[in-house]
């Protein structure tokens, strides 16, 4: 029998390196930055087209490579990082394995220049799967540019699965602004089919957040800095009341290296307890600096995982450290960190014991329910600014006890019963209503709607039932293009990020379907013209859109939604009214009659009830009467 085990060709195998190191165009864009970082450039420029999968091509203004290593660094493990195994736990570059270049050029077509600034001529490399097709000298500028076209062109399964373009520019702009935000010293920017979405000059970690993610950003960050013999931390963290529904905004680095761990998480939301609001995330942009021997980075091809050798202290640094930040905020929620020194004459400058606080007067007999009986006038006909000694009251109210009396006709007792057919489920009972002239219902806290039925009450969420209702309305629109719209008689302008830009663009269609008029204006901004028909005259467009964004996003990572239902989904909560909206008769029967017309009545769009009775038999059970 003939030996079985052979080495694999060296194409193969970087095709395999490829699998692991670039699974889309934002892997090979992570890879390629990184790369010019460790080559000290400090000007950086990414271009792409097609979301990268026709080219991706990063030019930087760094050390250059040699004749020798622009042709050996396209070669399975060559690095410059390390040298011995010892290496590995002093790592302080981006990369260190050498199999990003090597995968990537198994994959795609590859044209690398390069130069370094002491040599005359700069050399070029031109590679298509692992094989060098030309390699020549010629006259370049210092630094390097590296152009991957085709990515996965000679890998048709892989390419097939790759998601629409708007999706993996998502992934993309998701490893710029990693990248980015770890090093606000380096110019970066960002050209998608001709168009630049990101200019980044250098600058302090908070002009860079705010340059990425928008100018509101400025007030919504809280500075967090601890230095203790384990690590150093520092960063940003959001004030509660800002968080959002997604976890969008979170950023861990080590090192300057951006990493994914749920335990530090974890450590940020539990200093976070009980001052955030329920089911929200906070944004935070924390540094940790460390001893690099006391880390493993070196545990996932991607580097994105880290192993500590004291986690659990690392836990209650950051855990203390986002603590004591929020608890400063607290005490000074108007506090500006970063102010400008054009404010400080506004400061007054007069000693403490010469300011006086302001004076408050008031009247004491003020009777609010008094009309022409009870008013207030001067006792002597003159001006007097002295309330309590100048004026006096009149007369006292009659009958004012009368305002808590409740009218026969306005007793819940006397409420006409909703006259429903009955039968032995409660579900049937509650879901054929017959109909009549004129139901009478009731709120409360305006928050409920309630009834009385023959077996009982009947109690209605009416945000939920109003989300089923809308949900089911918004679905059946996405499936028959039916939906209306209404002109905007000022049209909106929504600044966006360019992650949400480019979510927009690939749900546009959906949203149009709805009654959403938008078009592209700019970079990064839409204009709003017209909105969904039954969303009413006294609606913020922008607030609206942002929470139909919000939601959109928890949907796709939490739930798992087909496009469509999420949508539904998310327009229907942004939709509709809210739990403390006030309702009269009309209104709840609207409501009630849309809610029963509804395929599914009796569940809100989350699975959870809208409907709860109690029966007269649960009532006396409770009040201990059987």
């Not at 200093?271 to 980075?297: G, H, N, Q, R």
């Amino acid at each position: 029998m003939s030996d079985i085990i052979q080495l694999l060709p060296d194409a193969v195998a970087n095709q395999i390196a490829a699998g692991e190191v670039v699974q889309r165009p934002a892997s090979a864009v992570k890879e390629l930055i990184e790369n010019a970082i460790d080559a000290g450039a400090d000007r950086i420029k990414l271009i792409v087209k097609d979301a990268g999968k026709s080219l991706i091509q990063v030019i930087d203004n760094g050390c250059g490579m040699s004749v020798t290593d622009a042709r050996l660094c396209f070669e399975r493990h060559a690095t410059s990082k390390i040298r011995k195994a010892e290496d590995l736990f002093a790592i302080r570059s981006m990369g260190f394995r050498g199999e990003a270049m090597a995968s990537i050029a198994a994959i795609a077509q590859v044209e690398l220049k390069t130069r370094r600034i002491e040599d005359e001529l700069g050399n070029v490399v031109q590679i298509e799967g692992s094989k060098v097709v030309n390699q020549f000298p010629e006259a370049l500028s210092s630094g390097t540019s590296i152009s991957v076209k085709n990515l996965f062109y000679n890998i048709p399964a892989r390419r097939n699965f790759l998601k629409s373009n708007s999706v993996e520019m998502r992934h993309i702009i998701d490893e710029f602004q990693r990248i980015s935000l770890a090093h606000p010293e380096i110019f970066f920017s960002l050209h998608s089919d001709n168009n630049e979405l990101f200019h980044l000059t250098p600058g302090t970690l908070k002009q860079r957040i705010v340059h990425l993610f928008g100018n509101n950003y400025n007030q919504k960050l809280v500075p967090v800095e601890e230095d203790t013999t384990i690590i150093n931390l520092n960063g940003f963290i959001g004030k509660p009341e800002f968080a959002k529904k997604t976890r969008g905004e979170q950023f861990f680095f080590v090192n300057k290296r951006f990493i994914r761990d749920p335990y530090l998480n974890h450590a940020v939301m539990n200093a976070y307890e009980e001052i955030l609001p329920a089911e929200t995330f906070p944004m935070y942009v924390l540094f940790i600096d460390i001893d690099p021997s006391k880390i493993d980075i070196n545990v996932h091809p991607t580097k994105t995982e880290i192993k500590y050798e004291d986690d659990k202290a690392i836990y209650a640094i950051i855990r203390s450290a986002v603590k004591r930040s929020l608890g400063r905020y607290n005490i000074t929620p108007s506090l500006d960190f970063d102010q400008e020194t054009s404010f400080s004459n506004m400061i007054s400058t007069k000693p403490l014991d010469e300011i006086q606080a302001p004076t408050i007067q008031f009247n004491p007999n003020f009777n609010p329910f008094e009309s022409e009986i009870g008013t207030l006038r001067p006792s002597n006909g003159s001006r007097s600014t002295d309330y309590s000694s100048r004026f006096e009251r009149e007369a006292t109210p009659k009958n004012w006890d009368s305002l808590y009396q409740i009218t026969e006709d306005q007793s819940p007792t006397q409420l006409p019963l909703l006259d429903i057919e009955e039968d032995n489920s409660e579900i049937s009972e509650i879901i054929i209503p017959k109909a009549e002239s004129k139901k009478s219902f009731f709120q409360i806290h305006n928050r409920y709607i309630v009834s009385q039925i023959h077996s009982g009450i009947m109690l209605i969420d009416q945000q939920a039932a109003h989300e089923r209702i809308l949900f089911e309305q918004y679905k059946e629109q996405l499936t028959n293009n039916q939906g209306s719209s209404q002109q905007s008689l000022f049209p909106t302008t929504i600044d966006l990020s360019p992650s949400d830009f480019e979510l927009i663009h690939e749900i546009l269609p959906e949203i149009q379907t709805l009654g959403f008029q938008l078009r592209p204006f700019g970079k990064t901004t839409y204009i709003v013209d017209g909105i969904p028909a039954d969303l009413g005259n006294n609606i913020n467009e922008k607030q609206i859109i942002e929470q139909l964004l919000e939601d959109y996003k928890h949907n796709r990572t939490d739930l798992k939604v087909d496009k469509r239902d999420n949508l539904a989904k998310s327009l229907a909560k942004s939709a509709a009214i809210k739990e403390g909206t006030p309702l009269n008769n009309d209104a709840i029967e609207e409501l009630i009659d849309k809610l029963f017309a509804c395929e599914s009545p009796s569940l809100s769009v989350h699975g959870k009830p809208t409907i709860i009775t109690l029966t007269l038999a649960e009532l006396m059970e409770k009040f201990d009467k059987i």
